[in-house]
């Protein structure tokens, strides 16, 4: 196999794992998580949105978050920016990195945003100018990238389109969303080898859940396309609010695990990744779906 020798890990559930909770996290608990993510060695943390809290009450506490958070040296703290306003409150809490999304599928955008592709893309082009002009790193989403519970399929023509949106914008990095856990690694051999001679220096990400159990072995296809950034959520927290089956992030101990056992750096603390996800768990009141929180990482015998 074809593998690199270290890859990057972006931890989303501050953000894409509590807002599709049921009930608000405090913020205190919200800074702590952050802050032991931070220990256990992520370097790129998404720790809100600056969406409205009457559309995602659970991230109502973003300003506040976001200008209490200890900004470490070396760890990237985002936040999405969904519209203008956002932005300009994101800039108002320190935020220097924001990530822009959109659908590749039009019904999907519409019931998420309530706005057309087109309309959403148009609205991104002012921030993105904004962005540059103060030196504030963008990532771009494209959410439902593979496929769509009300369209079903999305051809890689429409996702395509959405990428090279983002390439116009100077976005520095996109992420490729399996939104409602439709991908398999046929397909995400096929489309990243479909973008990446669109793509240029631009980074590459993959962002996948785990809803119908496909998401590791995405993963391994897509580390054999080499990619090497992957977006996932403590304790398999969220899923897209937008959507009937929300559950399905792959969790970030049990990727960085199955990293670890071949051989690919991720520079993360197993241990106190497993940890994390157990704060996470006593956090949201739940039993999360997380696999080595439970089993435990492997053990490895001297001389095996």
């Not at 771009?140 to 395509?160: D, I, K, M, N, T």
């Amino acid at each position: 196999m074809n593998l690199p020798e270290a890859v990057t890990i972006a931890e989303v559930g501050p953000r894409d794992g509590l807002q599709s909770e049921p009930g608000f996290v405090p913020t205190e608990e919200k800074l702590q998580l952050i802050e032991r993510l931070a220990d256990a060695g992520l370097k790129r943390i998404e720790i809100t949105s600056f969406v409205s809290p009457r559309a995602i009450p659970q991230l109502k506490d973003s300003v506040e978050v976001a200008a209490r958070i200890r900004r470490r040296p070396g760890i990237r703290y985002s936040a999405l920016t969904p519209n203008y306003r956002g932005l300009e409150r994101a800039i108002a809490a320190g935020v220097e990195d924001i990530a822009l999304f959109v659908s590749a599928s039009e019904t999907h955008n519409r019931k998420n945003v309530r706005m057309s592709i087109d309309k959403s893309l148009s609205s991104f082009r002012q921030i993105a100018q904004t962005a540059k002009s103060r030196g504030i790193r963008m990532r771009g989403y494209v959410v439902a990238a593979f496929g769509c519970e009300y369209e079903g399929r999305v051809l890689p023509e429409q996702v395509e389109k959405v990428v090279l949106a983002y390439l116009e914008m100077g976005v520095g990095e996109i992420s490729l969303g399996d939104t409602t856990g439709m991908a398999n690694p046929v397909m995400v051999h096929r489309m990243i080898g479909r973008l990446r001679p669109i793509m240029g220096e631009t980074a590459l990400a993959l962002h996948f859940h785990d809803t119908r159990g496909t998401g590791l072995a995405n993963v391994v296809a897509a580390l054999e396309e080499g990619a090497v950034i992957f977006d996932c959520s403590i304790g398999g927290l969220g899923g897209c609010p937008a959507s009937r089956t929300p559950a399905g992030n792959i969790a970030t101990e049990d990727l960085v695990g199955m990293l670890h056992e071949m051989g690919i750096n991720t520079g993360i603390d197993l241990d106190a990744l497993i940890e994390c996800a157990r704060y996470a768990e006593r956090i949201t009141g739940r039993n999360l779906p997380g696999r080595l929180m439970n089993a435990g990482k492997v053990i490895w015998q001297p001389g095996s």
